[in-house]
């Protein structure tokens, strides 16, 4: 059975920085891309980053330079760090996995697996 779980949920102030977790279980993790997703409310499922199995990396226009992502394949994680947040960054928190480790992925459709979703909230 696949899992995806996320950690690192909070209620953060503007300007603080969090790193989510995301562990992977039930999948050869080395195999997949991974991507992290956020859903604000009212609005459609963004995408926010993604990651191949070696380390190759696209972030977003509109969190670049405040987002990163990276991954720890022994570990089986994908972490997102988010520094200089802002109240526009509260939203639910989701990640996922693409089989094709290889290709970058920013389609949401293209992923095979999603975690449950994480919340941050961050207040003025």
């Known amino acids: 059975q696949v899992q995806l779980v996320e950690s690192g949920r909070g209620l953060v102030q503007a300007g603080d920085s969090l790193r989510l977790s995301c562990e992977a279980s039930?999948?050869?993790?080395?195999?997949?891309?991974m991507g992290w997703f956020r859903q604000a409310p009212g609005k459609e499922r963004e995408f926010l980053a993604t990651i191949t199995w070696s380390g190759s990396a696209y972030i977003q226009n509109s969190v670049q330079g405040r987002f990163t992502i990276s991954r720890g394949n022994a570990k089986n994680t994908v972490f997102l760090q988010m520094n200089s947040l802002k109240p526009e960054d509260t939203a639910v928190y989701y990640c996922?996995?693409?089989?094709?480790?290889?290709?970058?992925?920013?389609?949401?459709?293209?992923?095979?697996?999603w975690g449950q979703g994480t919340r941050v909230t961050v207040s003025s």
């Open positions: 039930g999948i050869t993790f080395s195999t997949y891309t």
């Open positions: 996922a996995a693409k089989l094709d480790g290889v290709r970058l992925g920013i389609n949401a459709n293209e992923y095979n697996y």
